[in-house]
């Protein structure tokens, strides 16, 4: 069983910057695409970014939702099992819960279904 734990979330002005973090337990990390969705109160979750699994022949890729591009950032440390989201510019409108998730497969999807394990969730609150 896959157990993800994200961090880093917080209260922050608008315009400000912050870090999550999301520890994943498991041999495998690396070889499986990571996503991170939000969900603001009253609104369906929604996808933010994804990066792609490697292997020994091939780089990460990444993918952004249209909101956040420029604004976020997705990286990994597969020596850590963590994926990260840095998040700069920060608006009321990125108010949200952030989930982390394990994607099935080595490719990125903006999808849900492509994702079979999630973590509990950092709130992000985000001040005008």
């Known amino acids: 069983q896959v157990q993800l734990v994200e961090s880093g979330g917080g209260l922050v002005q608008a315009g400000g910057s912050l870090r999550l973090s999301c520890a994943a337990s498991?041999?495998?990390?690396?070889?499986?695409?990571m996503g991170w969705f939000r969900q603001a109160p009253g609104k369906e979750r929604e996808f933010v970014s994804t990066i792609s699994g490697s292997d020994s022949s091939t780089a990460s890729s990444t993918y952004y939702a249209d909101s956040v591009k420029g604004r976020f950032t997705i990286s990994r440390d597969n020596a850590k099992n963590t994926v990260y989201l840095q998040m700069t510019n920060l608006k009321p409108e990125d108010t949200a819960v952030y989930y982390c998730?394990?994607?099935?497969?080595?490719?990125?999807?903006?999808?849900?279904?492509?994702?079979?394990?999630w973590g509990q969730g950092t709130q992000v609150t985000v001040s005008s």
């Open positions: 998730a394990r994607s099935k497969y080595l490719s990125y999807s903006s999808r849900e279904y492509a994702y079979n394990y």
């Open positions: 498991g041999r495998t990390f690396s070889i499986y695409a």
